[in-house]
């Protein structure tokens, strides 16, 4: 069994930083054959992809919103993703998931294989 577990979410002021975790478990998972995304969803809107990783970490995609405020990191040895944010704004205010995808990265939420349960990221003005 496949277990993703975010971590770090929060309540931030406007303009403040904070750093997510992604930590993936699975006895018979190998987290360097995944490629590893980042997506959103605020209340009464759809979820919204955020940023993807390639397997070894040499590609990265960012939706243009968070563009020069978010980067995503990978460290395979820990099997952990990352989501750094910074200058974080109130529209960022989402629960914030991360989910895995055999196949490579996507901007599509449901081509990904394993999904965690959400940390919640509160952004005040």
């Known amino acids: 069994q496949v277990q993703l577990v975010e971590s770090g979410g929060g309540l931030v002021q406007a303009g403040g930083s904070l750093r997510l975790s992604c930590v993936v478990s699975?006895?018979?998972?190998?987290?360097?054959?995944?490629?590893m995304g980042w997506f959103r969803q605020a209340p009464g809107k759809e979820r919204e992809f955020v940023a993807a990783?390639?397997?070894?970490?040499?590609?990265?995609s960012t939706v243009d919103s968070v563009k020069g405020r978010f980067t995503i990191s990978r460290d395979n040895a820990k099997n952990t993703a990352y989501l750094q944010m910074n200058s974080l704004k109130p529209e960022d205010t989402a629960v914030y998931y991360c989910?895995?995808?055999?196949?490579?990265?996507?901007?599509?939420?449901?081509?990904?294989?394993?999904w965690g349960q959400g940390t919640q990221v509160t952004v005040s003005s």
């Open positions: 990783i390639s397997f070894g970490g040499g590609v990265t």
């Open positions: 699975g006895r018979t998972f190998t987290f360097s054959n995944y490629a």
């Open positions: 989910a895995a995808r055999r196949k490579g990265p996507s901007r599509t939420w449901d081509e990904y294989d394993y």
